[in-house]
């Protein structure tokens, strides 16, 4: 373009950018931006890259993304990460990868705690339920337990400012809910987020009568190594009360197989530990992209199940001919004598 028409002159555009005073670049431009543009921003100059490292800015697109951050265990957390929130950031707003985390990038190295900073909102913007949670993970009955993180307790329940009025409940969280859980690790001064975002699945539980939606990434698994695939599922349970008051009744995490097995403790801490550190990140896919992954890990899930039950009738039918077989030699051997 003409450089006349622009009114630039031959200026480019980090010439430009340098004569603005560095306080209002700061005080009215950084602060009317969301995360994702602040970064777009800082690649443009070198200016613009120191302008945007302070903390304080960052933790307030942070604390807006996810308040449940804003709870002193996590604030503390952050502060040793490398470049504090921004470091944070750059670590959690880009959701995990799904399918990315390779088998062998499992991590041999336990840390001795997580933190779960978990935020669900309705309608996006709408923060329905915030929690910090922390996980003691080197124990002895939790490396050798069952994997599963529980933010509410067997009977707690938290109403919402949801209401639902003869709708189809169902459709309606589907529709209209989004979750971030993002695990943290003082330890290893890294973070990620664990959720799909959107809801993979959301179904009836037929004992509870409670309405089940589900989010879940998938990690690990090359192509022809499908038992290293593993699922990271967030469940979140919902009940329908007297005056249309929709509470939350669960929400847990656990990671399974491809067989549907829970992972122990330690065989988790694996799993994410390598993921935290080498998952690759991604922006905020598209909700059809999201279910698809997940659908294909459920069809090859049954696939999986299906022939190891074929396995295990052409294991059993060989059994019973070779028992039957013995038997009838059995018997002649005692006709004959």
């Known amino acids: 373009m003409n450089s006349c028409l622009t009114g ?9 950018i340098s004569t603005v005073h560095p306080d209002i670049i700061k005080t009215h431009i950084f602060t009317r931006l969301d995360g994702a543009s602040l970064l777009s921003a800082a690649c443009a100059s070198s200016k613009l890259y120191s302008l945007s490292n302070e903390d304080n800015l960052w933790r307030e697109i942070c604390t807006a993304a996810w308040p449940s951050i804003s709870d002193p265990r996590v604030t503390r957390a952050i502060s040793t990460f490398p470049v504090g929130h921004r470091s944070f950031f750059s670590d959690s707003f880009p959701i995990l990868d799904q399918h990315s985390s390779n088998p062998r990038l499992r991590s041999s190295t336990i840390t001795p705690e997580l933190i779960s900073a978990v935020d669900i909102y309705y309608q996006g913007k709408l923060v329905i339920f915030s929690k910090v949670q922390e996980t003691e993970t080197a124990t002895g009955w939790f490396l050798s337990s069952p994997f599963r ?3 509410l307790e067997q009977e707690e329940s938290v109403p919402t400012r949801i209401r639902h009025q003869g709708q ?8 209209n809910l989004t979750l971030s859980w993002i695990l943290v690790d003082p330890t290893r001064n890294r973070a990620m987020n664990v959720s799909s975002r959107r809801p993979v699945s959301v179904q009836r539980n037929w004992f509870t009568g409670d309405t089940e ?7 690990g698994g090359d192509e022809g190594r499908e038992p290293e ?6 469940v979140v349970a919902w009940s329908g009360k007297e005056g249309g008051v929709v509470e939350v009744r669960e929400v847990s995490m656990v990671v399974e197989d491809i067989e549907g097995r829970r992972l122990s403790g330690k065989e988790s801490m694996e799993v994410l530990g390598g993921a935290m550190e080498g998952g690759k990140r991604k922006k905020e896919g598209k909700e059809e992209e999201e279910k698809q992954i997940y659908k294909g890990f459920v069809s090859r899930k049954r696939s999986h ?7 295990e009738e052409a294991t059993d039918l060989a059994c019973m001919v070779l028992g039957v077989t013995i038997f009838i030699a059995f018997l002649f051997f005692v006709l004959l004598r």
């Open 213 to 219: 939606v589900m989010f879940a990434t998938i990690m």
């Open 149 to 151: 993180v529980d933010l």
């Open 229 to 234: 695939i593993v699922e990271c599922k967030v």
């Open 8 to 16: 630039t002159s031959d200026y480019s555009a980090a010439e430009l």
């Open 168 to 175: 189809n409940l169902a459709r309606h969280l589907e529709e």
């Open 305 to 311: 199940r299906e022939k190891n039950k074929k396995k």
